[in-house]
């Protein structure tokens, strides 16, 4: 359960489903096509939050609602700024006089602060009664190399029956 380098994107290679869900980590990263690893539809998006740059959590929000993601679950340090501005991006585009592309589903947002918390809702919890998520995207957007690694290690922990705790 490794992971492979694409375009110096980090994405899992194949990974057994959890909960019935594919599961693939995405490096944000300005200098590759980072949003060529996104699926076209039915998937729920992870953004891994820290202290980065507004307009790069701006990007990534703008092509997951471009590739018609279901759910936006944004997790870390700046959970509460994502969230506001994927909210915010989706009434832009709901609301603006030019034809933007907004898919014909609801999009639903959350925020959570703790990561094994977060992944685990986003692979277990989250649901979308509008569209079946099929597809569980975790972006990396910290610029920490070691999220990778942890999500590999988390991950594998949810498939042996890991649950978090609340502490």
């Known amino acids: 359960m490794g992971y492979t380098d694409v375009s110096h994107n980090r994405c899992f290679s194949k990974m057994d489903r959890i909960n019935s869900r594919n599961i693939k980590y995405v490096e944000f990263d300005t200098s590759t096509n980072w949003a060529s690893n996104l699926p076209s539809g039915?998937?729920?998006a992870i953004i891994l939050t820290k202290q980065s740059k507004k307009?790069?959590?701006?990007?990534?929000?703008k092509k997951s609602i471009d590739r018609n993601v279901c759910f936006i679950c944004s997790i870390g340090e700046?959970?509460?700024l994502v969230h506001d501005m994927a909210d915010e991006e989706i009434v832009f585009r709901d609301v603006d006089i030019e034809p933007l592309h907004l898919p014909k589903h609801m999009i639903i947002t959350t925020g959570h602060e703790d990561l094994e918390e977060g992944v685990w809702f986003g692979i277990f919890t989250a649901s979308n009664d509008e569209c079946e998520i099929e597809d569980v995207v975790i972006i990396n957007a910290t610029n920490d190399d070691i999220n990778g690694q942890k999500i590999t290690d988390l991950t594998a922990k949810f498939q042996q029956g890991y649950i978090p705790t609340n502490d």
């Open 42 to 44: 039915s998937w729920l």
């Open 55 to 61: 307009k790069y959590f701006d990007e990534v929000i």
């Open 78 to 80: 700046q959970q509460n």
